[in-house]
């Protein structure tokens, strides 16, 4: 499990002048994204999952502070105040699933201020990854319809904590299965796999590799056919199934994985129906993303499911979202920042969402009429609020809320994202806040 070291060396500075000079008041500190990516009309809130866990067991351990008086220079007296450093605050959080806009709080939390500091680097990280990956695989699920979807992403990630971390969150948005096998086991998914070129090509013909796999694995078999000429594959295919007898299969499938998928899904298509196999599914893979699927939907190409990889594993048109960690109240006092492009608003936060639209507020003030509040106490003095919520709450969560966002900000291209408005009282604090925070600055507002 992770420890307190896997943060920025600016936060254990600043955490440590806090505690030198005795503040240990209450922080409150808001996540969200700025602004969204081109191309995304909206985000899937995910990763909070790992980050109550961190936030559970966070503490230094002995090993930890060793290296931070030996390597870094921290005197004693700091050390041994790290040493006693727990998380014992509150976190408010939009759960996972929920679909969420710019500027909306995705978590919010309440703790001791250098606490409050050093957990900033781990809670971006992971809710700023996993919140990209579940938006990018949203766009894929919106694209491909009713079309099944499996992650094939687990090659091409960056690292293999990335891997699991994609596997989870496109569960959440409606795949159907995964190929990494260590996260189907550990998420309780659906693990899918077919077979390799190198397999196809390892047997002195392809007929030859194909009755092998068939005759090993006969409830799942999924047939690799454009090695050489997929045409030709597929003939095979259909040569082997019936020399098996495995027409009645309930799991039999072919796999395309190069050319031009909407042709070859056709000839495919109209091959095996020829031969009596309409059961027959025709998957898709190679390099595919949410333009790809929707272009082969569209045109009607009789594709029944995708494997979906590289693209979709580091959101390659858009890798990194512009998420902040701000610090919005401090021993019960507002503050927020007044920098060019970088303003805050103060206070902790609650998202109403409603028909006309979401509406941030603050957390305290009522909900207006006929709203929802997005953000829900996940932990209370250091403890979950209740025990991790199941992955399939999350997608049921996740459908919910996509039927109810507006068609344009779910088209593939060129979408146009909701964006929030303030409620009264927060822009009222806001402006009071601006003006007493010139004030101390010595600026004439």
């Known amino acids: 499990m992770p420890g307190a070291l896997l943060t920025d060396l600016y936060e254990l500075n600043m955490a440590a002048s806090y505690l030198r000079r005795g503040m240990e008041g209450p922080a409150t500190f808001s996540l969200f ?20 866990e961190f936030l559970e067991r966070f503490g230094f351990e002995d090993e930890d502070l060793r290296y931070l008086a030996d390597e870094l220079g921290y005197d004693d007296e700091v050390v041994e105040a790290f040493r006693e450093l727990r998380f014992t605050g509150d ?30 680097t781990y809670l971006l990280n992971q809710i700023t990854f996993q919140t990209t990956i579940a938006s990018k695989a ?15 992403a687990f090659r091409r990630t960056q690292g293999a904590d990335a891997a699991m971390a994609v596997a989870r969150t496109t569960a959440m948005v ?7 096998v260590e996260a189907a086991r550990r998420y309780g998914l659906t693990a899918s796999g077919t077979m390799a070129h190198s397999y196809v090509q390892s047997f002195p013909t392809e007929a030859d590799a194909f009755r092998a796999f068939a005759e090993d694995f006969p409830d799942r078999t999924v047939f690799l056919v454009d090695t050489y000429d997929t045409p030709n594959g597929v003939k095979t295919a259909i040569e082997v199934i019936r020399r ?36 027959v599914r025709i998957l898709a893979s190679g390099g595919l993303d949410e333009n790809d699927v929707d ?5 009607g190409a009789p594709i029944d499911a995708f494997g979906i990889g590289t693209k979709m594993g580091v959101s390659a048109d858009a890798p990194y979202l512009d998420s902040v960690y701000k610090l919005v109240e401090y021993e019960g006092r507002p503050v927020l920042k007044l920098s ?48 991790p919520r199941p992955l399939d709450l999350a997608r049921r969560l996740f459908e919910t809320d996509l039927v109810r966002v507006p068609e344009e900000a779910k088209r593939v291209h060129d979408p146009i994202p909701l964006r929030p408005r303030f409620t009264p009282a927060l822009r009222e604090l806001t402006d009071r806040t601006r003006s007493l925070a010139l004030q101390r600055a010595g600026v004439v507002d």
């Open 33 to 52: 994204v700025r602004r969204l990516p081109q191309n995304r009309g909206f985000l899937v809130a995910a990763g909070l999952e790992p980050c109550l």
């Open 340 to 387: 060019e492009d970088k303003a805050t608003e103060p206070g902790r936060k609650q998202v109403f969402r409603g028909p006309e639209g979401d509406l941030i507020g603050l957390r305290d003030e009522p909900p207006p009429p006929g709203t929802e509040p997005l953000l829900v106490p996940v932990m209370s003095g250091g403890v979950r609020t209740e025990p």
């Open 91 to 120: 976190v408010w959080a939009v759960p996972e699933g929920r679909i969420v806009f710019a500027d909306e709080p995705l978590l919010e939390i309440t703790a001791p201020i250098a606490v409050a500091q050093l957990v900033e």
């Open 244 to 279: 098996l007898g495995l027409e009645n299969s309930s799991r039999l499938g072919i796999r395309l994985d190069s050319g031009d998928l909407d042709e070859l899904s056709r000839a495919a298509r109209t091959i095996l129906d020829r031969a009596g196999l309409s059961k």
């Open 138 to 152: 949203a766009r894929v699920r919106m694209a491909a319809r009713d079309r099944a979807l499996v992650d094939f």
């Open 295 to 299: 272009r082969l939907v569209a045109a």
């Open 174 to 180: 409606g795949f159907v299965a995964t190929s990494n």
